[in-house]
Nanobody, 119 residues
Framework: QVQLVESGGGLVQAGGSLRLSCAASGSTSSINDMGWYRQALGTERELVASVGSGGSTKYADSVKGRFTISRDNAKNTVYLQMNSLKPEDTAVYYC?????????????WGQGTQVTVSA
C-alpha cells in the first residue's frame, strides 16, 4: 500500500505560479504512474497531468504549455509546476499513484490540496 502526502497549494493571483509536491511512502517499489487530478466545486474530478515510470507525460489540453509534471524516483515524489495560473484552475488538486505488483494493480489518492486563483 502507498500513502501520499501533498503540499504546496494556496492562494495566488491570476498569472502567478505554484508548485505542488506529493511524497509517497509505503510500498514505493511498486509505483508505476504518478499524476495529479483536480476537482472544482460542482464538477467531476479530471486528470491534469501524469508521468509514467519511464518519464512519458500526459497533460489535459487546458493546462498544456502552462503546467509541467515531473518526478524524482529517488525521493518517491511527484511535482506539478503551475505557471500562468487562471481563475479556472481553482480546484482541489489530488495526487494519484498507480502501483503494479505481479498481476495486481492498486490506486492511491492523496488527501487533496486547495489551489485558489483570484482574478
Amino acid at each position: 500500500q502507498v500513502q501520499l502526502v501533498e503540499s504546496g497549494g494556496g492562494l495566488v493571483q491570476a498569472g502567478g505560479s505554484l508548485r505542488l509536491s506529493c511524497a509517497a511512502s509505503g510500498s514505493t517499489s511498486s509505483i508505476n504512474d504518478m499524476g495529479w487530478y483536480r476537482q472544482a466545486l460542482g464538477t467531476e474530478r479530471e486528470l491534469v497531468a501524469s508521468v509514467g515510470s519511464g518519464g512519458s507525460t500526459k497533460y489535459a489540453d487546458s493546462v498544456k504549455g502552462r503546467f509541467t509534471i515531473s518526478r524524482d524516483n529517488a525521493k518517491n515524489t511527484v511535482y506539478l509546476q503551475m505557471n500562468s495560473l487562471k481563475p479556472e484552475d481553482t480546484a482541489v488538486y489530488y495526487c494519484h499513484v498507480i502501483s503494479i505488483w505481479g498481476f495486481n494493480r492498486g490506486v492511491s489518492w492523496g488527501q487533496g490540496t486547495q489551489v485558489t486563483v483570484s482574478a
